[in-house]
């Protein structure tokens, strides 16, 4: 419907408002364009129609020629209302080179959003807004179409663009919903799949900045940026079985087992090129599934431009990124996993976003997402605007995002990237370049709102769904009820347990002993937070080698230290994290470009590390006393914590079903004779020992398990004498007999 045309002798002049249109300024093209009743029974019509010769409209078989205006693309008919349809006007346009379309007048529909909804929408609370904001198809008085709309309060003019019309912004201009901000117009006779953008004009400045929709569901593939609109799913769930055990799950005292990975390089295709949801899925499955995680964890999903940010950097909040198929697509991998016992958690990303110019920086021409100043709305160490939590509108597009996720994918729980980032205002900001709150603090109060009421909002609506904080400071309460004065999330990130536990294993073992309250300490704090205990990416990547490489000692001892800092990962109080590759012993650094080095499968000491991987989640799966209380005291006591001079620890988990022991050595010195206090007289099964030929040990061990003394020892009235292998772990489990 777009282009130029011929003129027509026309007498009548250009009105100033006819003039705004033409000239792509008006903020109400339905005061100018579609049927206008008028006096005396006679009506006028308008439509702005480029690259058309001839334009008519159709009324019971007849048609109505329309004059253009002189010098423009702007048609017009004026006569008896008796002459027009009873319905929607259709027009029949003729470009002049022989090709006719017929299409109906987008000026005739009446708005199509409710006043309740905009009122939601402003309050900050419509959870569901991404069922009407965006680009949705439906049906209006039999006539289908797409409807657009999209909030942009400081707009002059707002239009729909694509390949529909040429990417003019003349052809179709939206109206505005009185004061809401919000812009919309219902598209007649579009269908999914038209690729689409929003032209706008900023009234204070007059720019014009051409941007993607905030709440596209999908996108071109990079670096094309333009959203697609999308049809209505047509996935039909299996996952009902899934769904209800969620909902009244304990996670609190259930296992968690997170097996993290980037889907771009987790594996690739035969070429070297990305695989589809669906075949991921299949192959994710057989593989997290053999291993027995009870998660996976996707670094975040939501469509973005550069690959190389993982992620990080989201333009897309509503949308699976296209590299790996369709939104349905995801749904079928999301689908898949439930299908098959295992959840699926998303990073997900409302601290910051992208500065590129095609999607939510500077949306309508001002800091409309963001801040306007950079003190408040900028990070300079990742070149990333920060959202406005202020604002109603920018917190209600964060929260419906979260609940799309939830509800449209069925997602089990969100994993919301650098909180730390959101909580200070000073963050990684020297002085000087931040601004205070309203009591002169550091704390981002508006950011503090936004979380807890995301908490509230997701535990409310979606019972068993976990909300996970990556959060690295002593920020307190971060996973208390916010009725508490909590933040409210589900669990949280052990960054510095991570940090200590790496720290340790790293050292050569001939000085493990001045540092022994590195494993220690993480004792004093366990239980003030419902901690994760994350090996995740960012531990492996950006130089800081994989997790094999940070193991000192020969080539043998690199393995053995491995293989204790998963299983002491696996019995430490705390939900576990692994990143991809970590599971058969990954040896360079993970590289987003490339796949997983799958091949080191075929060597026996990295498939020993997957049989551990796989034993050590049957284990924690299986004995309560591994989770039931990993968030409570009760559920973790000492034996020997104080033996730094033979780096050996020794302490007990405990369930209501029983106990388990657990002795770590991590020296390469074998410890016959290693003497360990017990409470209870019988045989002592070792269900684990880490250096088992099976996992590419030495072998040594206890025979299956060894019996008891009346012998007190470590304050105990009994006692055991064990063997502890090299680098190496034991667990035990008391038995009346053996």
Same mark, same amino acid.
């Given at each position: 419907?777009?282009?130029?045309?011929?003129?027509?002798?026309?007498?009548?002049?250009?009105?100033?408002?006819?003039?705004?249109?033409?000239?792509?300024?008006?903020?109400?093209?339905?005061?100018?364009?579609?049927?206008?009743?008028?006096?005396?029974?006679?009506?006028?019509?308008?439509?702005?129609?480029?690259?058309?010769?001839?334009?008519?409209?159709?009324?019971?078989?007849?048609?109505?020629?329309?004059?253009?205006?002189?010098?423009?693309?702007?048609?017009?008919?004026?006569?008896?209302?008796?002459?027009?349809?009873?319905?929607?006007?259709?027009?029949?346009?003729?470009?002049?080179?022989?090709?006719?379309?017929?299409?109906?007048?987008?000026?005739?529909?009446?708005?199509?959003?409710?006043?309740?909804?905009?009122?939601?929408?402003?309050?900050?609370?419509?959870?569901?807004?991404?069922?009407?904001?965006?680009?949705?198809?439906?049906?209006?008085?039999?006539?289908?179409?797409?409807?657009?709309?999209?909030?942009?309060?400081?707009?002059?003019?707002?239009?729909?663009?694509?390949?529909?019309?040429?990417?003019?912004?003349?052809?179709?201009?939206?109206?505005?919903?009185?004061?809401?901000?919000?812009?919309?117009?219902?598209?007649?006779?579009?269908?999914?799949?038209?690729?689409?953008?929003?032209?706008?004009?900023?009234?204070?400045?007059?720019?014009?900045?051409?941007?993607?929709?905030?709440?596209?569901?999908?996108?071109?593939?990079?670096?094309?940026?333009?959203?697609?609109?999308?049809?209505?799913?047509?996935?039909?769930?299996?996952?009902?079985?899934?769904?209800?055990?969620?909902?009244?799950?304990?996670?609190?005292?259930?296992?968690?087992?997170?097996?993290?990975?980037?889907?771009?390089?987790?594996?690739?295709?035969?070429?070297?090129?990305?695989?589809?949801?669906?075949?991921?899925?299949?192959?994710?499955?057989?593989?997290?599934?053999?291993?027995?995680?009870?998660?996976?964890?996707?670094?975040?999903?939501?469509?973005?431009?550069?690959?190389?940010?993982?992620?990080?950097?989201?333009?897309?909040?509503?949308?699976?990124?296209?590299?790996?198929?369709?939104?349905?697509?995801?749904?079928?991998?999301?689908?898949?996993?439930?299908?098959?016992?295992?959840?699926?958690?998303?990073?997900?990303?409302?601290?910051?976003?992208?500065?590129?110019?095609?999607?939510?920086?500077?949306?309508?021409?001002?800091?409309?997402?963001?801040?306007?100043?950079?003190?408040?709305?900028?990070?300079?160490?990742?070149?990333?605007?920060? %959202?406005?939590?202020?604002? +109603? &509108? !920018?917190?209600?597009?964060?929260?419906?995002? #979260? @609940?799309?996720?939830? =509800? /449209?994918?069925?997602?089990?729980?969100?994993?919301?990237?650098?909180?730390?980032?959101?909580?200070?205002?000073?963050?990684?900001?020297?002085?000087?370049?931040?601004?205070?709150?309203?009591?002169?603090?550091?704390?981002?109060?508006?950011?503090?709102? %936004?979380?807890?009421?995301? +908490? &509230? !909002?997701?535990?409310?609506?979606?019972?068993? #769904? @976990?909300?996970?904080? =990556? /959060?690295?400071?002593?920020?307190?309460?971060?996973?208390?009820?916010?009725?508490?004065?909590?933040?409210?999330?589900?669990?949280?990130?052990?960054?510095?347990?991570?940090?200590?536990?790496?720290?340790?294993?790293?050292?050569?073992?001939?000085?493990?002993?001045?540092?022994?309250?590195?494993?220690?300490?993480?004792?004093?704090?366990?239980?003030?937070?419902?901690?994760?205990?994350?090996?995740?990416?960012?531990?492996?990547?950006?130089?800081?080698?994989?997790?094999?490489?940070?193991?000192?000692?020969?080539?043998?001892?690199?393995?053995?230290?491995?293989?204790?800092?998963?299983?002491?990962?696996?019995?430490?109080?705390?939900?576990?994290?692994?990143?991809?590759?970590?599971?058969?012993?990954?040896?360079?650094?993970?590289?987003?470009?490339?796949?997983?080095?799958?091949?080191?499968?075929?060597?026996?000491?990295?498939?020993?590390?997957?049989?551990?991987?796989?034993?050590?989640?049957?284990?924690?799966?299986?004995?309560?006393?591994?989770?039931?209380?990993?968030?409570?005291?009760?559920?973790?006591?000492?034996?020997?914590?104080?033996?730094?001079?033979?780096?050996?620890?020794?302490?007990?988990?405990?369930?209501?079903?029983?106990?388990?022991?657990?002795?770590?050595?991590?020296?390469?010195?074998?410890?016959?004779?290693?003497?360990?206090?017990?409470?209870?007289?019988?045989?002592?099964?070792?269900?684990?020992?880490?250096?088992?030929?099976?996992?590419?040990?030495?072998?040594?061990?206890?025979?299956?398990?060894?019996?008891?003394?009346?012998?007190?020892?470590?304050?105990?009235?009994?006692?055991?004498?064990?063997?502890?292998?090299?680098?190496?772990?034991?667990?035990?489990?008391?038995?009346?007999?053996?």
């Amino acid at each position: 419907m777009c282009g130029g045309g011929t003129a027509v002798p026309w007498s009548r002049p250009i009105t100033p408002e006819i003039k705004k249109l033409v000239e792509a300024r008006h903020h109400d093209p339905f005061a100018v364009l579609g049927h206008h009743p008028g006096t005396a029974g006679e009506s006028v019509v308008r439509a702005f129609a480029p690259d058309t010769a001839r334009l008519a409209i159709l009324s019971g078989g007849q048609r109505l020629p329309m004059e253009r205006h002189p010098g423009t693309d702007l048609f017009e008919w004026r006569g008896k209302t008796a002459l027009l349809p009873g319905g929607h006007l259709e027009f029949e346009r003729d470009n002049g080179r022989g090709e006719q379309q017929r299409y109906f007048d987008p000026y005739g529909f009446p708005p199509q959003l409710s006043d309740y909804d905009l009122h939601l929408f402003g309050e900050g609370h419509h959870w569901h807004v991404y069922r009407h904001l965006g680009a949705t198809p439906r049906v209006v008085d039999g006539v289908p179409g797409v409807l657009f709309a999209t909030w942009a309060p400081n707009a002059e003019r707002a239009s729909v663009v694509g390949d529909f019309n040429a990417w003019d912004g003349r052809c179709h201009p939206m109206r505005v919903r009185g004061g809401s901000g919000v812009w919309e117009l219902f598209i007649p006779g579009l269908t999914p799949g038209a690729c689409y953008k929003y032209e706008l004009r900023n009234r204070a400045t007059g720019e014009v900045v051409l941007k993607t929709d905030p709440y596209g569901q999908r996108f071109e593939m990079r670096p094309a940026t333009a959203a697609i609109v999308e049809a209505r799913s047509g996935h039909a769930w299996q996952d009902g079985a899934w769904m209800a055990r969620r909902a009244g799950s304990d996670w609190l005292h259930q296992p968690l087992s997170i097996y993290e990975l980037h889907l771009g390089s987790w594996q690739r295709d035969s070429g070297g090129g990305f695989l589809n949801y669906r075949e991921l899925a299949q192959r994710l499955v057989e593989h997290v599934g053999g291993l027995g995680f009870t998660h996976i964890e996707l670094l975040p999903v939501t469509e973005h431009p550069l690959d190389a940010s993982w992620g990080y950097q989201s333009t897309g909040f509503f949308a699976p990124t296209s590299r790996f198929g369709t939104p349905d697509d995801f749904r079928y991998f999301v689908d898949l996993c439930h299908q098959a016992g295992i959840g699926v958690l998303l990073d997900w990303v409302p601290g910051h976003f992208p500065k590129d110019r095609h999607a939510l920086a500077r949306f309508d021409g001002s800091a409309l997402y963001e801040h306007e100043d950079p003190r408040l709305g900028e990070h300079r160490e990742w070149g990333t605007y920060i %959202f406005n939590y202020g604002r +109603n &509108e !920018v917190r209600n597009f964060l929260l419906a995002s #979260a @609940m799309y996720w939830l =509800e /449209e994918f069925h997602i089990d729980g969100l994993r919301v990237d650098a909180v730390a980032s959101m909580l200070y205002r000073d963050y990684s900001r020297p002085a000087g370049e931040w601004l205070p709150n309203i009591h002169g603090g550091r704390e981002n109060l508006e950011a503090i709102a %936004f979380l807890r009421e995301l +908490n &509230e !909002v997701v535990h409310a609506r979606h019972p068993g #769904a @976990m909300v996970i904080a =990556e /959060e690295s400071t002593a920020w307190p309460m971060v996973s208390r009820p916010v009725w508490l004065g909590g933040l409210g999330f589900s669990m949280k990130w052990n960054m510095g347990w991570m940090h200590d536990t790496l720290e340790y294993m790293s050292r050569d073992p001939l000085y493990r002993s001045h540092h022994h309250s590195l494993l220690t300490f993480s004792l004093l704090y366990a239980f003030n937070e419902n901690f994760v205990l994350p090996f995740s990416h960012d531990e492996v990547v950006h130089l800081k080698r994989s997790l094999l490489d940070k193991m000192p000692g020969d080539a043998w001892q690199r393995f053995a230290n491995l293989r204790l800092l998963y299983a002491y990962l696996f019995t430490h109080p705390g939900k576990k994290l692994l990143f991809m590759g970590g599971e058969f012993a990954q040896g360079r650094e993970w590289n987003h470009d490339t796949a997983l080095d799958w091949q080191l499968l075929e060597l026996p000491a990295h498939q020993g590390i997957q049989r551990l991987i796989s034993d050590l989640n049957r284990l924690y799966r299986g004995q309560p006393a591994l989770h039931q209380h990993d968030f409570d005291a009760r559920g973790f006591s000492w034996v020997d914590c104080e033996d730094a001079a033979r780096s050996v620890l020794s302490f007990r988990r405990h369930s209501d079903a029983g106990d388990v022991l657990v002795i770590c050595n991590f020296t390469p010195v074998p410890r016959p004779g290693y003497r360990v206090g017990v409470d209870r007289s019988g045989f002592y099964r070792e269900l684990l020992n880490t250096d088992s030929r099976h996992y590419g040990g030495s072998d040594m061990g206890n025979g299956g398990g060894v019996s008891s003394r009346p012998e007190a020892w470590n304050d105990r009235p009994h006692s055991i004498e064990l063997t502890l292998p090299p680098l190496a772990m034991v667990v035990l489990r008391h038995e009346e007999h053996p």
